[in-house]
Each structure stands twice: as structure tokens, then as C-alpha cells.
């Protein structure tokens, strides 16, 4: 009798538990990749070795440790220079982009908000392609910048290399893994050199939808960086000149104070619509015409020429990292940062997500 007992307990273990115990090892071999909901199956589960078993979505502690480190999570960068496309692990393209996006010497916490908003900005950008067959590409007018270590280090007094890169790799270490979220979901972190004292609403910028966490928001001493102030002037001649390659029918008399000037402002302040002549131009045609650093300007004008002066670098949407960088001055951690300029979001780490 107990000879069959022992025989039942034998063909119990062998049966159930250990290819449990065997299967488990398997699973903790994957990393982050998992099932969260179908839309984000369908354009980040890419890798072959994903399972959809909902048990495994509890695993994502055990996970954390593995990212960046594995080869499981890439990025495809397209070079756009080349045409190629090369697949990169996560965290180590994000030192050739943090390196690029921002200068070494900021505060070591606005480097870490940075690494932590371009982790995001490139996962946002792997759920919604805008290249076919690359996730991202290097060019920072399109997506985001991204230098080679090599160039990146040739750039850098001798002196100052070694500590510069390190500096950088640690603020990516310190912030592994971490991105920002709106309901669960990786948000549309966008960043920009400096918001002139307000950032900006999205709808304001490229039309189109807003975001409840990209609002307006001040900060306090970005005009203590060069980004802050530029002006741009030009004779009538060469301003009209420029407002006609759009506008080929424009008609103005220069001479009456009516024909140019600001109608109306943003919510952030910057402008909104300039009448031009026989027409009114938005503040972001004016900005691209006349290549203006930001849509935050005032216009001068002499009898001669005309004058703009022009707050802030860039859209101005989400964090400016001058902005950054100053409230890293003031004190304030990366975390802070990042709740700063984006409104109701969680810092998660990718494996709570995917
Ligand atoms: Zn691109």
C-alpha cells in the first residue's frame, strides 16, 4: 500500500510539477516584453519569443534587472544619412541621444530627466511609426538626435571626456528602464531647448489634438541661458521677399502702421496670427518663414528695417531643457522635473508596462 502511495506522489512530481518548475525557468529567461492590450501587441510585441499568458504579466519585477542589459529590447534606428537601419539595445542608444540632446555640463538631475523623456519619446515613437522599417530615426528636425560616441567625444575638450561621458551614462544607469505615463500608457514626450519662461499647448503648434498632460507651464530661470533671447532683422526688401515665397499675392504698404503687426497671442503668450498686409499669417508660418528661433516674439520696426525679437528656442512644447536644467539648479530632482513639465503622469519602469 505505501509502495503505491510512493509510486502515485512519483507520477504526481513528475507530471505537475516539475515541468511547472521547468517552464518557469523558461519564462524568466524573456524580458519586458508582454501583453498589455492588443493595440500595443500588435505594434510593440514584435518579438518573436512573446507570450501572451496573462501569469506572466505579474512577472515584471524579476524582469527589471534584465533591461537594457538583454538583447531582447531593440531599437530599429534608421541613419539617415546612410539609409541604414540598425538595430540598437534601448539603453545604450539613449547615451548616443542624451549626449546629443543635451551638453554634459547641465545638472546631473536634468540629464536624468532627460534620459528618462527621450526613453519615452523613443517608445512612443516604436508604438507610432513614422518610418517604415525603423522605430526612430537620428535626425532631431524629425525625430530625435543622435550623435556617434566617437563624434561625440572628438566634440569634447580631451579633459573633459571621459568625466562628460560618464556623467552621461550614469544619469541613463540611475534612470534604467524608466519612462513617463498617462493611464498607463507611455506618453508623447516632447522637449525643446528653452520655453522663454512658458511652455506651450500642442494645438497651438502642429494643430491637431492636444494632450491633457502637455499644459502651459513657467519657469523660472531660463532667461539665465544663452537659448533664451535672439533677434533677426531684415530690410522691407527682404522681408517681403520671404513673406511672398507663400504668400505670392501679398500686397503691403510698409509705410502704414497697420500693415504689420501681432493680432493675436496663444495662451502661452506667443503669437497666434500676424497681419501681414492683405493677409493674417500664423505665428509658426511667420516663425519658418523668417527663421525665427520661437513663435514668443515682438516686432520692431524702423524706417529702414524690420526687427524680431524672439523669446525662447524651439516649440515649445513639454520640457525645455534649459528649463530643466534650472530647476535641477534650484534643487529639484529629475522626478520633479519631469512632474514639472508633464501634468498628471507616473514614472514607471517599461517592465510595469510591456
Ligand atoms: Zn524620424
Request: net charge neutral.
Amino acid at each position: 500500500m505505501k509502495k503505491i502511495l510512493i509510486y502515485i506522489l512519483i507520477l504526481i512530481t513528475s507530471c505537475f510539477i516539475l515541468p511547472a518548475i521547468f517552464s518557469n525557468q523558461d519564462k524568466t529567461k524573456e524580458t519586458i516584453v508582454e501583453k498589455t492590450n492588443e493595440k500595443e501587441e500588435e505594434k510593440i510585441n514584435e518579438d518573436k519569443n512573446k507570450k501572451s499568458d496573462k501569469k506572466e504579466s505579474k512577472k515584471g519585477d524579476k524582469k527589471e534587472s534584465k533591461i537594457g542589459e538583454d538583447k531582447e529590447y531593440k531599437i530599429k534606428l534608421l541613419h539617415g544619412k546612410t539609409g541604414e537601419v540598425e538595430e540598437v539595445n534601448l539603453e545604450k542608444y539613449l547615451l548616443n541621444v542624451v549626449s546629443a540632446e543635451m551638453p554634459a555640463d547641465f545638472e546631473k538631475e536634468a540629464l536624468k530627466a532627460q534620459a528618462i523623456v527621450a526613453r519615452t519619446y523613443t517608445i512612443y515613437k516604436k508604438n507610432n511609426k513614422k518610418h517604415e522599417n525603423a522605430d526612430i530615426c537620428d535626425d532631431s528636425k524629425c525625430c530625435q538626435a543622435w550623435i556617434s560616441k566617437e563624434e561625440r567625444l572628438s566634440r569634447w575638450e580631451e579633459e573633459k571626456r571621459k568625466e562628460n561621458w560618464n556623467k552621461i551614462e550614469q544619469a541613463i544607469n540611475e534612470t534604467k528602464g524608466q519612462i513617463i505615463t498617462y493611464k498607463n500608457e507611455p506618453i508623447n514626450a516632447f522637449f525643446h531647448s528653452n520655453s522663454g519662461g512658458k511652455t506651450e499647448i500642442p494645438v497651438n503648434v502642429w494643430g491637431g489634438n492636444n494632450y491633457p498632460y502637455l499644459q502651459v507651464v513657467e519657469t523660472s530661470g531660463e532667461e539665465e541661458y544663452k537659448q533664451y533671447y535672439s533677434d533677426v532683422e531684415y530690410s522691407y526688401e527682404e522681408f517681403i521677399e520671404k513673406i511672398k515665397t507663400k504668400y505670392s499675392d501679398l500686397s503691403i504698404n510698409i509705410h502704414d502702421e497697420n500693415e504689420i503687426k501681432i493680432i493675436e497671442y496663444t495662451e502661452s503668450g506667443r503669437v497666434r496670427t500676424v497681419k501681414i498686409g492683405n493677409h493674417n499669417i500664423s505665428g509658426v508660418e511667420v516663425r519658418n518663414m523668417l527663421k525665427l528661433k520661437s513663435t514668443n516674439f515682438e516686432i520692431e520696426k524702423s524706417k529702414e528695417k524690420i526687427k524680431f525679437l524672439v523669446k525662447g528656442y524651439g516649440h515649445g512644447v513639454g520640457m525645455s531643457q534649459t528649463g530643466a536644467d534650472s530647476l535641477a539648479k534650484q534643487g529639484k530632482s529629475a522626478k520633479e522635473i519631469i512632474n514639472h513639465f508633464y501634468k498628471d503622469i507616473e514614472i514607471k519602469n517599461l517592465s510595469e508596462i510591456f
